[in-house]
């Protein structure tokens, strides 16, 4: 049975502004009270779902799209988190835009209106040891809980799956708050590999400070394979101050690993930019093994610039 949500909506009177498109499903709309945990529960197989108030701007997290279907220039207000649920265990954690809609597969869909932040986040936050999506769901909400909930998900005693999870996810969407707590955990942490986890989530952050932060940290981490991480994703946001870390890396830091590790991130920058810089230091770097790390990239290049100058030396 395919039914279109807008009747459901008209049928119960619903008074939450944010409704999913729903078909082929046995629909069910009910108001949020006391926690989620008691009302998201089945017997038998069945969609529940509720809607989340969310500022962050793209958020149609992989709709199919069909040629008949109209195309949405502005993303909701809200998303959708879906959960299925069998013998009153959640099965899988879903979010999605309300921009999507969703096919039940003939299954009970339970929609749960008016539910509050702090219950969602309550919620999702014991869901996250077991599910990606909670982790996930918990960064899209508007509500500066998230930031304190994604905060504990990062730090131990949490395992480090769930840690890279909310790491990855205080970089990409929880803002000037995220940014904080990634350079206290690249400060703090014992781990190198959550380490790594925080460095990358601070070069997809879109605050301004946190290319700052990535440069302090190519410069004066005290481990040199941090070091070397946050070369390799400055040289993926390219730009003057990006550039300059990098050849500052390789003129002044004491290990090699590192310079080679900066020699790389040259050649992934635009070759009008990288190419000049590598066959400098080729030139002109007095660590042999900088050197010939530069000679191999330039050859990688392909570029008419790289190419002359390996002709030279090889004329010599």
């Known amino acids: 049975m395919k039914t279109l949500m807008l009747l459901l909506a008209v049928s119960t009177g619903w008074s939450q502004p944010w409704k ?18 008691s009302q998201i529960r089945a017997s038998s197989t069945a969609w529940f779902g509720y809607a989340v108030k969310t500022a962050r701007g793209d958020n149609n997290f992989n709709c199919e799209t069909h040629a008949a279907s109209p195309v949405r220039l502005e993303a909701p207000a809200a998303v959708a988190v879906l959960l299925r649920v069998a013998n009153d265990k959640v099965e899988k954690v879903r979010i999605y835009s309300l921009q999507c809609q969703f096919d039940a597969g003939g299954l009970p869909f339970v929609w749960i209106t008016d539910v509050r932040a702090g219950a969602s986040l309550s919620f999702l936050e014991k869901q996250a040891s077991a599910f990606d999506g909670a982790v996930m769901a918990i960064a899209q909400h508007d509500d500066p809980q998230a930031d304190a909930v994604l905060e504990r998900l990062a730090r131990p005693p949490q395992g480090d799956k769930v840690r890279e ?18 350079r206290d955990l690249l400060a703090s942490d014992p781990s190198d590999k959550l380490r790594d986890k925080a460095v990358f989530a601070l070069s997809v952050s879109k605050q301004p400070e946190a290319l700052g932060f990535l440069i302090q940290t190519a410069r004066n981490h005290a481990s040199a394979h941090v070091r070397g991480q946050a070369i390799f994703w400055l ?12 050849t500052d890396a390789i003129a002044n830091d004491p290990e090699t690993s590192v310079k080679k590790r900066a020699v790389f991130a040259l050649s992934q920058l635009p070759k009008d930019e990288g190419v000049p810089k590598l066959i400098e230091i080729a030139k002109n770097q007095k660590n042999p093994e900088v050197r010939r790390q530069a000679m191999f990239w330039l050859g990688q290049s392909g570029d008419p610039r790289a190419l002359a100058f390996i002709e030279q030396v090889l004329a010599r």
């Open 235 to 246: 040289a993926q946001k390219a730009g003057k101050q990006a550039s300059s870390a990098i």
């Open 20 to 37: 999913p498109d729903v078909v082929n499903a046995r629909l069910e709309s009910r108001a949020f009270s006391g926690d989620l945990a």
């Open 165 to 182: 999870q909310a790491i990855f996810w205080l970089g990409a969407s929880r803002g000037a708050r995220g940014v904080t707590v990634l």
